[in-house]
């Protein structure tokens, strides 16, 4: 398929956008504590520039003080940030990349821990997420804050930006002066759609009169809110011909508030391009450039989008998080080496895996964040290394290492690559997981790893392969418990279920309610099996980011699955299990089939052996200890580089 819309110039305003790829604001806790331009912050952007995206938008910059949203948050309101700011258009613009810095306050989606006062709002409604109590604004504070909007774009203009665009979406103050869900003025800024457009607006005109009316002006809107009485996409439309008619250049079409966060960054059961059709809607309305964002995350689908008109250009959030390269990558041929992006928020949406692994990052590609730091360099010393397993942590140590030199051979008792992987990817929505395997092997396909599916490490193999180094990336096994009755005939592990080397009856009982044992309920809910997870923990999916929690439990109470928490399982029975909860002894039964999914131990049992046979063994992931994919993968990751 040919990329050549991808591949034409955009105009915005005066600016000329050398394609159609956009890296949008995304929150990246990069900068420095006081507000300024970072070094990571640099690295970070450079790398995307380099990637070949045409347009950055930087990260929300604050404007004032009490419209601070979060530690690590760039600052724009005192031209003592100029000079730091000046670093980012000078670093990225040798890469023939605009960039764009984006100017916000946050209104009442903030807090006194964060600010230090109040917040402020159009009404003093709160937030039901943050639930603290803002203060409206007086006319003549609105008035300090449009000209705070307008300094800051001047600012931006002074320090070498091409852009600002105005953050308008997902319950800022821009977005909550724009709705009648946050806005119950009854002055000139509230009451009818006008009434509300005023402040945003006012804003748009501000910056015309402050940086030029050269100066390109995009405006980050939701096209719906999707909270009840919030804005729709009629709506939208209209104001966004009011903001056409004030001046702005371009117009970037998100989704949500802070009450609707799961639709604003989408897990994987929300489909690719689900925002696509409302950038389409607005773009019916208006003659501006148009940006479409929302699980765009293949060149194909992006593509399409340009090549029908449905928007101008396409804004990849996640997507340039898991590959900065996005677009070299298409323009070279080489989509098979895009680093897909999976949508399971663990790492983007979610905490490091340590103290040293803070800012944004990504579960797929460990190095976002560290640019400048997590590099792959040639080895000084190029080894012959032997990888034992070839899980997610397995195949991103193995193809780095190929890279910098060294030889790698991989081994697998399996006769397929992915380890828990592979069985992980199974449950709904859960697909793009076989993409990020089959990126892992490209990548060790190029660089030239030895693969040898098939094959179980033992010390024997390892005297005659006599490596200079061995990782030992064997995972865990699944857990059963040393409990009465365990190891009953109805009794399975859900990886094999899932895996398709197990089979369940009709009425189905889940120890666990993890990530793992609600995935398996998602599963056979599907299925239309009769499910009932019992989980020792007050809650279901703890170990779940919020968005994916919200639609999958949306999807087990309608599959009608039973879901009991704080229950303590004592003992096996033939049909079901005896548990504890709040100190009474209770049973369920009259189960065909019971799925353990409690679970794993570590896999290193060769290690010591190991030790006495390689000057080095290292062991990473479920092997070292049981966790998740992030940890295993991140591992892999750092000890390549560092070998």
């Not at 890469?95 to 100017?103: E, N, R």
């Not at 804005?231 to 009011?242: D, G, N, Q, V």
Request: proline share 7%; charged share 25%.
């Amino acid at each position: 398929m040919s990329f050549s819309a991808l591949f034409s110039p955009a105009r915005i305003g005066t600016m000329e956008v050398k394609n159609r790829f956009v890296v949008p604001a995304i929150l990246s806790g990069l900068a420095n504590p006081d507000g300024t331009v970072s070094d990571r912050l640099i690295d970070y952007w450079v790398a995307r520039a380099r990637g070949g995206f045409g347009l950055l938008i930087t990260e929300l910059s604050c404007v004032d003080p009490s419209g601070k949203a979060a530690p690590g948050q760039l600052g724009v309101w005192d031209d003592a940030f100029i000079p730091g700011l000046r670093k980012l258009p000078e670093a990225v613009h040798p890469y023939g990349a605009k960039i764009a810095l984006q100017i916000h306050h946050a209104g009442r989606e903030t807090s006194r821990a964060v600010t230090g006062s109040q917040p402020v709002a159009p009404s003093a409604v709160p937030c039901p997420i943050v639930r603290e109590i803002p203060r409206e604004l007086t006319p003549a504070e609105i008035e300090e804050l449009i000209e705070k909007f307008g300094a800051a774009a001047r600012r931006a203009k002074r320090a070498g930006f091409d852009a600002v665009e105005i953050h308008a979406c997902h319950g800022c103050l821009v977005s909550d002066f724009m709705s009648a869900y946050a806005n119950k003025r009854l002055d000139g800024y509230g009451g009818d759609l006008r009434g509300r457009m005023r402040f945003a607006m006012a804003v748009v005109e501000k910056i015309r009169s402050l940086a030029g009316p050269d100066f390109p002006v995009l405006f980050r809107m939701s096209g719906a809110e999707r909270v009840p009485g919030g804005r729709a996409i009629m709506e939208s439309k209209a104001a966004a011909r009011l903001l056409e008619e004030a001046g702005v250049s371009a117009i970037h079409v998100s989704t949500g508030v802070n009450a609707s966060g799961p639709w604003i960054v989408a897990p994987a059961c929300v489909s690719p391009g689900y925002n696509v059709a409302d950038a389409a809607a607005i773009k019916e309305a208006v003659g501006v450039p148009v940006l479409a964002v929302g699980r765009i995350n293949d060149p194909d689908l992006a593509e399409e989008i340009i090549r029908t008109g449905q928007a101008d250009l396409i804004s990849l959030g996640r997507e340039s998080l898991a590959d900065p390269e996005f677009p070299n990558k298409v323009a070279d041929g080489r989509n098979e080496e895009i680093a897909p992006c999976i949508a399971c928020m663990q790492r983007c949406q979610g905490r490091g895996i340590d103290e040293n692994d803070t800012g944004v990052s990504c579960l797929v590609n460990p190095f976002c964040g560290k640019e400048g730091t997590l590099k792959i360099a040639p080895a000084a010393q190029p080894k012959r290394i032997l990888v034992a397993g070839a899980g997610p942590g397995g195949l991103e140590a193995a193809w780095i290492l190929a890279q910098r030199g060294h030889r790698v051979t991989l081994y697998e008792k399996e006769p397929v690559p992915g380890g828990q992987y592979r069985s992980g990817a199974v449950p709904p929505f859960k697909q793009d997981i076989a993409k990020a395997v089959r990126y892992y092997l490209r990548m060790g396909q190029k660089y030239g790893v030895d693969y040898r599916f098939g094959t179980a490490v033992t010390a024997d193999l390892v005297r005659r392969e006599q490596p200079d180094a061995v990782i030992l990336a064997t995972g865990g096994q699944p857990l059963v418990p040393e409990l009465e009755g365990a190891d009953g005939p109805r009794i399975i592990q859900a990886a094999d279920l899932l895996a398709g080397r197990a089979t369940a009856g009709e009425r189905v009982l889940i120890v666990g309610g993890g990530m793992v044992g609600v995935e398996t309920a998602d599963f056979l809910g599907e299925r239309r099996h009769g499910v009932t997870i019992v989980e020792r923990l007050p809650q279901l999916a703890g170990d779940l980011n919020p968005a994916v929690q919200y639609f999958l439990f949306e999807r087990l109470q309608r599959y009608g699955v039973t879901m009991i928490s704080g229950a303590q399982v004592t003992a096996f029975l033939e049909d079901g299990v005896r548990y504890e909860q709040d100190g009474r002894q209770q049973s369920l039964t009259g189960f065909d089939t019971i799925v353990l999914a409690m679970g794993v131990r570590p896999d290193h049992s060769l290690a010591e052996e190991l030790r006495e046979l390689v000057p080095q063994v290292f062991v990473i992931g479920d092997a070292l200890k049981p966790r998740k994919a992030l940890e295993a993968i991140a591992e892999g990751a750092r000890l390549a580089v560092g070998m």
